[in-house]
T-cell receptor, first 115, second 112 residues
Framework: GAGVSQSPSNKVTEKGKDVELRCDPISGHTALYWYRQRLGQGLEFLIYFQGNSAPDKSGLPSDRFSAERTGESVSTLTIQRTQQEDSAVYLC?????????????FGQGTRLTVV | KNQVEQSPQSLIILEGKNCTLQCNYTVSPFSNLRWYKQDTGRGPVSLTIMTFSENTKSNGRYTATLDADTKQSSLHITASQLSDSASYICVVSRSNDYKLSFGAGTTVTVRA
């Protein structure tokens, strides 16, 4: 696609339910990042995928959070047993590492509201 | 600890005034540094990129500086406009694997 696509754009879920967020990176972008942005707050790193390397999961806040990526394509971020503090905008970005001036291109984000 | 620290976390300025945002990083080895602008409800978009050999770069009313020795960068906004209200994010790339490290951002509010 022309840009990074995230779906859904908005998600309202009940506390305790599981949610799955999707990110379609730009074709050919082997690096993919998930970030969380709470209302009025800055970006919080969650996870980084680079090709077939083991992902950097150091930013995942708890074991309720997990993410997968198949090859160099779509990634899904799953939040199990959602809590109200999970309410935030979840941003995905992709880039081409190895290109030294690589720019990260961001999706529009998924706004998650846990009620 | 985040390898990219930004300050202030937020600031409010009057339209027409100038402001400067700071970015300090510990990312090593360094490749380049980008400043992004994130308008409300949208994803961040790149404003400018600084490489190791560059000290300053301008993009309209935005001027970025880089001191690779002290690992500091700044973004100066001149004659601010209401449309400058946004979050500004500093992103640093490593030169060995090109992994990007993102700062938490500075939220700028320009008031009439």
């Amino acid at each position: 696609g022309a840009g990074v696509s995230q779906s859904p754009s908005n998600k309202v879920t009940e506390k305790g339910k599981d949610v799955e967020l999707r990110c379609d990176p730009i074709s050919g972008h082997t690096a993919l990042y998930w970030y969380r942005q709470r209302l009025g707050q800055g970006l919080e790193f969650l996870i980084y995928f680079q090709g077939n390397s083991a992902p950097d999961k150091s930013g995942l806040p708890s074991d309720r959070f997990s993410a997968e990526r198949t090859g160099e394509s779509v990634s899904t971020l799953t939040i199990q047993r959602t809590q109200q503090e999970d309410s935030a905008v979840y941003l995905c970005a992709s880039s081409i590492p190895g290109l030294w001036v690589a720019e990260a291109f961001f999706g529009q984000g998924t706004r998650l509201t846990v009620v | 600890k985040n390898q990219v620290e930004q300050s202030p976390q937020s600031l409010i300025i009057l339209e027409g005034k100038n402001c400067t945002l700071q970015c300090n990083y510990t990312v090593s080895p360094f490749s380049n540094l980008r400043w992004y602008k994130q308008d409300t409800g949208r994803g961040p978009v790149s404003l400018t990129i600084m490489t190791f050999s560059e000290n300053t770069k301008s993009n309209g009313r935005y001027t970025a500086t880089l001191d690779a020795d002290t690992k500091q960068s700044s973004l100066h906004i001149t004659a601010s406009q209401l449309s400058d209200s946004a979050s500004y994010i500093c992103v640093v790339s490593r030169s060995n694997d090109y992994k990007l490290s993102f700062g938490a951002g500075t939220t700028v509010t320009v008031r009439a």
